[in-house]
Every structure is written in structure tokens, then in C-alpha cells.
């Protein structure tokens, strides 16, 4: 345990993220307000005009410029963070894959919204499913206190393998509700970050570089096979930082994944972010039952940790896998195809169905965590079921 | 025009600052003269940033880049976003101690007209608005030349492209251009100016004028297309040369708001020869009423500057602002 003194605060999802940026203290910040994310950016402005931070804040005219200066101020050697929600994520989707591609530590503090159409402010995860592919690690959290130590960890991480981060919290589910948050001291948040060290720099006009040029069919594979490999070397890195993050400042956060009442489990869960707080609720409830249930809370989505999932599931024999967004593939959620497709190889494969639930903010209450559980019990003892189900929809 | 930014045309030679040989930019094609012309005129290193087109794909082909200053490109429509966050963080850098505050940068983000006057206006719009240090220079060759001669909306009336083709009922494109510069200068920004790669003195003027100033400033350089618009590879200079001298293409600035024609042809060349000067217009000498419309256009925006001018007589400014 450390001596690292630790402050409780009563904090909404939306103060915390702000409140850990404000701790950073990056050095340039360019963001765009949208709903539900929009405090994140005025509290953060409120900073600067206060001179809590010397951040050059950048109040861009869109989402797409405002990831398009966070590009141009990190390869100018910069610490630089956003925040976005839903159709802002979205409109960012081009300069997402050109930030990774050219290996920049950017970090994005995201706040989950559903997509148009219709449009929608309450949360659900088709944004960030969206860019699911764009080269971003991507981090789920549950609530307020860990999204403002991840978006700590998410800077460390992402200066340490070069690629950038963003990290998640459920829209005014976590983003509006007030939480208790144990904060770190400025200081002591200040050191452990350090200065960055660019990998390389556009301000260097003595040794002059080239950044984001043409590569055609000669090159093009090879750097995108370079930029998978950072991918796959991430995986060390998380597991890294914050384990060491636990160990110097006294916290048990989740490194991939959260096994909760996993020991002896014959049947389990899977979710992510805020549902999981009450899909551990329904785990006691059937507990207390004698079902032996667990849960398995996802947290870093990308890159996907299934080898973390196989040491889990490897000895139940029923899966549900919960998404709060659908692929529209006509086969499920995103969460649910990977899952599937990383566990196609266990010994004994369990059988796995989907849940798509919550779309566009829908209310997820204890009732329908207890249906899920029931079904995938259902499964478990060899019923017939439908591969994916809409769960709290009226059908 | 003040001569203080002047540069006789031994002390640009002698700078040389020049892309490398062998980038792969069409024989004849005029916007390495910009490049070459625009880096030696800066006294201050520059970082560049290229908006998606012609440029930059020719002088990027990795591994050969031709640039000889640190040069960023990032996407199509964001060359003014991302020097903007360029820009803001050599601001925090110097304010922070991590990058020296006497080492004085100049900011400068290249863009085709597509990438300015279509899909990059927004980003421009809001990176002036915001008031970023530095210069957007806009090489416009009428057209997406890139993507194979499509019509932008700096294409002229009647010209033909491969959106824009002139058919058995169209004569080529049906609209003007838009006034890209005093649509910047409308943003208040200090110094917006329009050039051509044919007057080199007056260009370069204009550039060592907008990088002396602190806060966005434009130049928009006209940048004939070899096969974009039709015409034999050693006549880009001249064909750039009749715009200006038929007026189609008028060399002015607006510094603070104040408007000046930097040059008046003397003998006027009649605007069926830049007309018959390329084979986007070819089909035009048999619209009469096509051209009047052309002749029409013109005058306008000539009265138009010429109002413009006078505001220096009302407020009694004679010399630069
Ligand atoms: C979002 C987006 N849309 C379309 C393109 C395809 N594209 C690349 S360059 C270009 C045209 C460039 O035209 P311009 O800016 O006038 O420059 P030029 O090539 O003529 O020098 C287009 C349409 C793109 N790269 N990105």
C-alpha cells in the first residue's frame, strides 16, 4: 500500500473526466461540445479562463477538426486530449484511423451515445462499436471512479506504446450521475506522468521529417502490419501500467476484464460499463438461489483480450453475451461475434447466445438482468433458444 | 506596393529552397515554382502542412519525400485544422519552456481549391475565425485535379470537366467562381491576397508581407493544370500570364479590410485568348452568349474591386495598413 494521500469527492462522470484532465494539465486541448459530453468541455474551459491549467485550448468549430488539431499539436510533440460523444466520435471517424496510423498518443475521454437515426441523447454503444476498428485502444468503464483513473492510466499507456486511447463512460447514466470518486493529489498525478517523449517531431525544423506521406502498394501493408504489431504490444502495456498504478497508489482495478463470482461458475455473463453493476446485482440474486452464476465484466475492448476470456470461460458451459449496440449484420452485437469467435477453440466450448439491450438509453432494471440470467440458464441446461434476443424492447 | 518585402530574383536563386528532384508532379506543372518560390522567400524555418491533391501525393511517394522542412499531411479537408493544432502547440510549448521561445516558427498549410474552397472551407473558415498564426496558401488550378479534372467550385463558367462536360445540351459548368479571397478577407483576418505564379515578384512580395504578420493570412496563387486544362507542358507561365492580363485573374490584396489592385494590364488581351489558350474552353467560341456571360462575370468583379479600392480615399490611407 502507498502513502499516496487520496481525496473523496462527489463527482458526476462528466466533473471526474474533467477533473483528471485538469490534474494532466495537457498541453493542448481542441474539442467540440455534444450532448452528453458537453460539460467535459466547458468545465475544462472554465479551467483555463481560471488558470488552473496552461493548456492551449483549442474551441474548434467541429468534431472533425477538433481530432485533426489533436493530430497536427501531437506530432508537434504535444500532450494532447478531446472528449466527443455519439455523432462527434462519428464525424471524427476519417482522422481516428490517421491518429493511430501515425502512432499518436492522443487521448479522448468519450462519453457513450447512441447514433442517428432516429437521433437520440441517452447512451448506448453504437458510437463507439463504430470505431471499434480504427486502430484506438478502448477502455469500458463502470462508473465515475474508474473512468477518472483510467483517463490517468489511458496517458500512460498511450505515451508508452505511441498509439492513442480513448476511454468510456455510459452516457447520463456515469456522465451525470454523482458519484463518490477517490482522487489523486495534482502532484502526485503531475510526477507520475512525467513529460512526454515523442517519438518523433514536426518543430524540428533542423532535422526535418515527413509525416503521413503517400505510401502506395509497395509500402502500405508493411506499416499497417507495424501498427497491428503496437496493437498486440499494447496488450503488455495495459496489463502493465496498471498493475503498476494498483501497486503504487494503493487500487485494485481490473487490468482486461472483471471475474466476478467466477470461482465455481457453470454458467456466466458477459457485459460492459454500467449494466454490469446490475447484471452483479441478478448474480447475487440467483446466488443467493444456489445457481452457481458469475460475471465477466469487459473492459478494454481494443485490443480484445481473449485470451483473458479463455482463462475465464474455459469451464462454464453457457455464455450470454450482453450488447448495447447491434452490428446489424442480422448475427448479434459486436462484443457477442468476438467473444464467439475467441472462445471457437476452447476444449470445452460453451454455448453462447446474445442479449441486445438498453438501445437509444432504454431503462435496463433488475427484471431484465434477471431474465437474461434465467435464459442462459436455460441454455446451460441444453434448451434450444434463439441466437440473439432483444432484451426490454416492445416487439 | 511598399518595396520592403521585395526580393531581387539573385537572392531567391541563391536561397534555393526547392523541393527535391525527381517528385512526381506532372511535366510542366507550375506549383513546384509555389513550393520553391514560397520557401525561399520565408527568413524563418516553416513547418508545412498539404491537404490531400496533386501536391501532396507528388512530392510524398514514400520512401521519397521532397520536402525540405518538416511537412505534415493529415487528410483532405483539415490542412487548416491541423496547422492550427500545430500552431497551438508551439504556443504551449514556448509557454511551458520545452521549446525555446527565440526560435521563431512560421506556420504555412498548402491546399488545392478543392481542398479550400469546397470541402476544406469549414476547417479554414474556423481555423481564421480562431485566429491561428499562420499562412494558408491556396494553389488554385481550377479543378480536383487529382481525382482526374472534376469541377470544384473555383472551375470557371463554362469550362469543361469530367463532372462538369460540355454535351449536346451543357456547355460545361453552369456556375462562376466563387470569390475565395474576399470571402476570407470577410473573416477580418489582416492580409488576404490574390496572385499568380506568372508574377513572381508580386507573389513573393505578398508572401514575405503575410508571413511578417502575426495572425492567419491567405494567399490564394493561380496554378495552371497541363492536362487539367488543355494545353502544351511548357506554357503553364504564359497560359498563367493571359489570365492575369485578360483581367479573368486580377493580382490584388486586402490588408485589414483595405482593398488594392496590385496591377492593371495596360493593353488588355481580349478573354477569347485565354479562351483558346486551353481545350477546356474549346467548346465555348461556339457559344457567343456563353462568353458574354464570361465578359459579363469579369467587369463585375472588376467594379466590384475598384468599389472596393476607394474605401482607401474615404479614409484617407495611402500607403499599407
Ligand atoms: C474526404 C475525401 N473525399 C474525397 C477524396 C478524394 N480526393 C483526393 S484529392 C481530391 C481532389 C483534390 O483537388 P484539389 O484540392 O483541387 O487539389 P488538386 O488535386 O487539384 O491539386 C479528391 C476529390 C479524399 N481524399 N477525401
Redesign the pocket.
Known amino acids: 500500500m502507498s502513502e499516496t494521500l487520496k481525496v473523496k469527492q462527489a463527482l458526476t462522470g462528466n466533473e471526474a473526466f474533467a477533473f483528471a484532465m485538469k490534474q494532466i494539465n495537457p498541453d493542448v486541448v481542441a474539442a467540440y461540445p455534444i450532448t452528453p459530453a458537453t460539460e467535459i468541455v466547458q468545465i475544462f474551459s472554465k479551467y483555463v479562463a481560471d488558470g488552473e491549467v496552461d493548456t492551449e485550448f483549442v474551441a474548434v468549430e467541429s468534431e472533425h477538426s477538433a481530432m485533426s488539431a489533436c493530430i497536427g499539436a501531437a506530432t508537434a510533440g504535444a500532450r494532447v486530449m478531446t472528449g466527443t460523444s455519439s455523432q462527434g466520435l462519428a464525424l471524427m471517424h476519417?482522422v481516428l484511423y490517421i491518429a493511430s496510423a501515425l502512432r499518436l498518443p492522443i487521448v479522448l475521454a468519450e462519453v457513450n451515445r447512441a447514433l442517428s437515426a432516429p437521433i437520440n441523447i441517452h447512451c448506448d454503444h453504437s458510437d463507439t462499436m463504430g470505431s471499434r476498428d480504427s486502430g484506438w485502444i478502448q477502455i469500458y468503464c463502470e462508473n465515475a471512479n474508474e473512468g477518472y483513473h483510467s483517463l490517468i492510466q489511458a496517458v500512460k499507456i498511450a505515451e508508452t506504446i505511441n498509439l492513442p486511447v480513448m476511454v468510456t463512460l455510459d452516457g447520463f447514466i456515469i456522465s451525470h450521475g454523482m458519484e463518490v470518486v477517490e482522487t489523486l493529489e495534482t502532484d502526485v498525478v503531475r510526477q507520475y506522468l512525467g513529460k512526454r517523449k515523442p517519438l518523433y517531431n514536426v518543430l524540428d525544423y533542423e532535422n526535418p521529417i515527413m509525416v503521413g506521406p503517400l505510401d502506395l502498394t509497395d509500402y502500405y501493408f508493411e506499416h499497417k502490419r507495424q501498427q497491428i504489431e503496437a496493437m498486440k504490444k499494447a496488450k503488455d502495456v495495459i496489463e502493465e501500467v496498471i498493475t503498476d498504478y494498483n501497486k503504487r497508489f494503493g487500487f485494485d482495478f481490473p487490468v482486461f476484464a472483471e471475474a466476478y463470482r467466477m470461482e465455481d461458475a457453470e454458467y456466466a455473463i458477459l457485459s460492459m460499463s454500467s449494466a454490469a453493476g446490475t447484471m452483479k446485482e441478478a448474480v447475487d440474486v440467483m446466488r443467493e438461489k444456489g445457481e452457481k452464476v458469475g460475471l465477466v465484466r469487459l473492459k478494454v475492448f481494443r485490443p480484445f483480450p481473449y485470451e483473458v476470456l479463455q482463462e475465464f470461460f474455459k469451464n462454464v458451459k453457457a455464455i450470454g453475451v450482453m450488447d448495447r449496440s447491434d452490428s446489424v449484420s442480422t448475427m448479434g452485437g459486436p462484443v457477442f461475434n468476438e467473444v464467439r469467435s475467441a472462445l471457437y477453440d476452447l476444449d470445452t466450448r460453451p454455448r453462447i447466445m446474445n442479449f441486445v439491450f438498453g438501445l437509444g438509453g432504454r431503462d435496463f432494471p433488475l427484471s431484465d438482468a434477471l431474465y437474461i440470467v434465467n435464459r442462459v440458464k436455460e441454455l446451460k441446461e441444453g434448451k434450444t433458444l434463439d441466437f440473439v434476443e432483444y432484451v426490454g424492447v416492445r416487439e | 506596393m511598399a518595396d520592403s518585402f521585395s526580393l531581387s530574383l539573385k537572392e531567391l536563386a541563391r536561397r534555393n529552397k526547392s523541393l527535391a528532384p525527381g517528385h512526381r508532379a506532372c511535366a510542366g506543372c507550375p506549383f513546384p515554382a509555389v513550393v520553391r518560390m514560397t520557401l525561399s522567400a520565408s527568413d524563418y524555418p516553416v513547418v508545412v502542412a498539404n491537404?490531400?491533391?496533386?501536391?501532396e501525393v507528388t512530392t510524398s511517394i514514400f520512401p521519397f519525400g521532397a520536402w525540405p522542412v518538416p511537412w505534415i499531411h493529415n487528410?483532405?479537408?483539415n490542412a487548416a485544422a491541423t496547422i492550427s493544432g500545430v500552431e497551438a502547440a508551439y504556443k504551449a510549448l514556448v509557454r511551458k519552456g520545452v521549446v525555446p521561445a527565440d526560435k521563431k516558427i512560421k506556420f504555412i498549410a498548402f491546399?488545392?481549391?478543392?481542398?479550400t474552397y469546397d470541402?476544406g472551407l469549414q476547417s479554414l473558415s474556423g481555423a481564421a475565425e480562431r485566429g491561428h498564426n499562420f499562412l494558408y496558401i491556396l494553389y488554385d488550378?481550377e479543378?480536383?485535379?487529382?481525382?482526374g479534372i472534376q469541377r470544384?467550385s473555383s472551375t470557371p463558367y463554362g469550362a469543361s470537366t469530367t463532372t462538369s462536360p460540355a454535351g449536346k445540351v451543357l456547355h460545361g459548368k453552369l456556375q462562376h467562381k466563387k470569390p475565395i479571397v474576399d470571402i476570407m478577407a470577410a473573416h477580418g483576418i489582416p492580409y488576404a491576397a490574390q496572385a499568380s505564379v506568372s508574377h513572381w515578384n508580386d507573389y513573393v512580395k505578398k508572401v514575405r508581407k503575410a508571413l511578417s504578420i502575426e495572425g492567419p493570412t491567405f494567399i490564394a496563387v493561380y496554378s495552371p493544370c497541363v492536362p487539367g486544362w488543355g494545353y502544351p507542358e511548357n506554357k503553364s507561365i504564359e497560359v498563367a500570364k493571359i489570365a492575369v492580363e485578360s483581367g479573368f485573374w486580377p493580382l490584388y490584396e486586402v490588408e485589414n479590410g483595405y482593398y488594392k489592385i496590385n496591377y492593371r494590364p495596360r493593353n488588355p488581351v481580349p478573354i477569347e485568348e485565354f479562351l483558346k489558350s486551353q481545350a477546356r474552353f474549346a467548346h465555348l467560341l461556339n457559344y457567343p452568349e456563353a462568353i458574354e456571360e464570361l465578359k459579363r462575370f469579369i467587369q463585375e468583379r472588376w467594379k466590384f474591386l475598384e468599389f472596393m479600392e476607394k474605401r482607401r480615399e474615404i479614409d484617407g490611407v495611402t500607403e499599407n495598413v
Do not use: L
Open positions: 476519417e | 491537404a490531400t491533391g496533386c501536391m487528410a483532405f479537408e491546399g488545392g481549391d478543392g481542398g470541402i488550378n479543378g480536383y485535379m487529382n481525382t470544384s
